[in-house]
């Protein structure tokens, strides 16, 4: 990150705080965070010094962090669960660990296409899991949109995670909610033929797998590729300069997107904290953060994107309500397993 954009945010950090009518006198709010705490504790200690609303913090992994809310149940000291990925949110919701609010400030903040539809979670920031190519070896027409990956004759080897990865199940759900069923599925089994490997390792390990020459063709998220981008280490500078981001789908829907949110716990003995820090984190100070510094996407339209993820260009994005992921989370998993997607 640049050092004029993080002075630029810290000024911003420390401005009055913005008027809610959900503000709260309770003295603290419980946070359970899939987010790493350097990642999420300068937001934090500004919603304090803003609010006089103290916070306690656990992180985790968003999986282990929903086990735990679920064998907590109504004793669960958590105010807020704060994840990532749409699949994670939308995990929380069915498995009974969130409750609905209502806020004007989030309805106001948040694209509706970006939260639940019941009031369960809201997006506070955005990624696109999109496609990388090997520059010197691949035509960027031949895989400029998901379909085409899939194409018996691509000639290109495909390098992408494990069907148990939570980014992947949320894309084939998406696929299956423009799709249909039995295309998706079609399109799932295409893909796996043109695989270059057995899925494996993280998605910085797709992307560095397409410079080395393992494959031709990646599927990962935005901000893998930005932290590359952004790094001093002449080893992630080369794997740049010879793999380039493609954004799918632009002459149609436009590209993937997802999210990383929060939610009310169930379990919540201070709400209306609860849902002022979410409120927040909605806002302009917060969101101009989430993209300087987490190589994310502002969820709030008001805020445009700064740092390493302006510089990767702007981009049609595909505004399918991601409630539709809820519908089709399980299904996307049956159909991944099925085609050999292991």
């Excluded at 003295?27 to 803003?50: C, G």
């Excluded at 939308?90 to 019941?118: C, E, F, M, T, W």
């Excluded at 495909?158 to 696929?175: G, H």
Aim: charge should be neutral.
């Amino acid at each position: 990150m640049k050092p004029s954009i993080f002075l630029t945010l810290f000024a911003l950090m420390i401005v009055p705080a913005l008027a809610s009518t959900a503000t709260s006198h309770a003295a603290e709010v419980n946070i359970y965070s899939a987010r790493q705490e350097h990642l999420i504790k300068p937001l934090l200690d500004t919603f304090t010094q803003q609010t006089g609303i103290r916070y306690r913090l656990l992180t985790g992994k968003g999986p282990a962090l929903l086990e735990r809310l679920k064998n907590e149940g109504r004793n669960s000291p958590a105010d807020v669960l704060i994840t990532v990925d749409v699949g994670n949110l939308v995990a929380a919701k069915q498995a009974g660990v969130l409750q609905p609010v209502s806020s004007q400030i989030l309805d106001h903040n948040i694209p509706s296409h970006y939260r639940d539809d019941d009031g369960f979670w809201y997006g506070l920031s955005a990624r696109s899991r999109v496609i990388f190519y090997a520059k010197d070896r691949v035509d960027p027409a031949r895989v400029d949109t998901w379909e085409k990956l899939a194409e018996p004759a691509l000639g290109y080897r495909v390098c992408v995670r494990s069907s148990s990865n939570i980014y992947n199940q949320s894309l084939m759900a998406a696929m299956i909610a423009h799709h249909g069923e039995e295309k998706a599925l079609d399109w799932a089994f295409g893909l796996v033929k043109n695989f270059g490997r057995k899925p494996q390792d993280n998605d910085t390990g797709q992307i560095r797998a397409v410079a080395a020459g393992e494959c031709d063709v990646a599927i990962a998220n935005t901000y893998y590729y930005a932290r590359l981008m952004a790094s001093a280490d002449p080893a992630d500078q080369q794997v740049v300069e010879k793999v380039a981001l493609l954004w799918p789908n632009q002459a149609g829907r436009g590209t993937h997107m997802n999210l990383s949110g929060a939610g009310i716990a169930r379990s919540a003995k201070h709400v209306d904290a609860a849902l002022a820090l979410i409120e927040f984190l909605s806002g302009e100070t917060a969101q101009a953060f989430y993209s300087a510094q987490n190589n994310e996407y502002p969820v709030n339209p008001a805020v445009p994107s700064s740092g390493i993820v302006s510089e990767m260009g702007d981009f049609k994005a595909d505004t399918l309500n991601l409630s539709d992921i809820e519908k089709h989370s399980s299904q996307a998993i049956r159909l991944m397993d099925r085609a050999g997607w292991r």
